[in-house]
């Protein structure tokens, strides 16, 4: 069975990890955010940074919020650069992929470990 979004998820993990072992640990989740952009675009992926997202509950829109990144208009990426990450962490993006039409997130930790979480959310289930 193929993973929902998996050639997406698979480029932005090796970005994730291209991108750490430049820069490492130590800056905040904005010079990250900056750097995948780049490396992104480079690798031709098409990234949106910060752009506004609808949010709905029970089918009426509350709100928006900005995601880190959004790639080919198909993957929320969230971004943390903290020791570990944590079950909070997780469940930001999870309720992120519940309230929006996206249904595929990674969570990226440029902590002094890297670290990724790659989650999904069926529309059907929503």
């Known amino acids: 069975m193929e ?5 997406t998820t698979g480029s932005l993990i090796d970005l994730f990890f ?14 990250y955010s900056n750097a995948m952009m780049i490396s992104g675009k480079e690798a031709g992926l098409e990234i949106k940074q910060a ?9 009426e829109e509350v709100g928006y919020y900005k ?3 959004i790639v080919n208009e198909s993957v929320i990426v969230e971004l943390k650069a903290c020791r570990m990450l944590v079950p909070k962490h997780e469940a ?15 969570l990226f930790n440029f902590g002094p470990k890297p670290q990724y979480k790659r989650m999904v959310f069926d529309n059907k289930r929503k």
């Open 18 to 31: 291209s991108v750490y072992r430049k820069l490492g640990y130590g800056f905040l989740e904005e010079v």
């Open 3 to 7: 993973l929902i979004c998996s050639e």
């Open 67 to 69: 995601p880190d990144l």
């Open 51 to 59: 752009q506004p997202v609808r949010v709905y509950f029970e089918g």
């Open 92 to 106: 930001q993006l999870l309720n992120y992929l519940k309230a929006t039409q996206y249904e595929v997130g990674i």
